[in-house]
């Protein structure tokens, strides 16, 4: 178990993203390898819609996100265009990674469609080497009230 990093909850992360035609494969449903790509989204719409910023403030600031592994469970197929619902949230912190939970629902949130989690590397895009989450960027993953 990772040590807690930071003593407030995490900033739960809610959008809606939309089901393109692109996203889907020659089975007819959403293919798996888009499913981050929702989550990714989302994450990056709520933080737009909630504070004004994106890739590119975090970029100016030297502050990367690297992927480094992530697990999906299936529990429906997508197999139409249109909305769905992402939630995410950091679920624990360790010095220089974060792992996120998220679960992709129906816009209506009655059909869960997959859950799973991923971690990622906090980087100094400068040095590109692993860092700890600077205290200025903590409001952004965190309740710090």
Not at 63 to 88: C, D, E, M, P
Request: hydrophobic residues 40%; charged residues 20%; aromatic residues 20%.
């Amino acid at each position: 178990m990772q040590k807690k990093l930071v003593d407030s909850p995490p900033l739960i992360y809610e959008a809606a993203v939309s089901v393109r035609f692109s996203d889907f494969d020659f089975y007819g449903h959403v293919n798996a390898s888009r499913y981050l790509d929702f989550v990714s989204c989302s994450r990056w719409s709520f933080l737009y819609e909630r504070f004004q910023v994106g890739p590119e403030y975090f970029y100016q600031e030297n502050l990367g996100f690297y992927v480094l592994n992530s697990s999906i469970q299936f529990k429906k197929a997508i197999t139409r265009l249109g909305n769905i619902w992402v939630t995410s949230f950091t679920e624990e912190q360790s010095f220089s990674t974060m792992g996120v939970a998220f679960s992709i629902t129906s816009s209506e949130k009655d059909v869960e469609y997959a859950s799973g989690n991923f971690r990622f590397a906090i980087m100094d895009l400068d040095k590109q080497k692993p860092k700890k989450l600077p205290i200025w960027a903590q409001k952004y993953f965190y309740h710090l009230d």
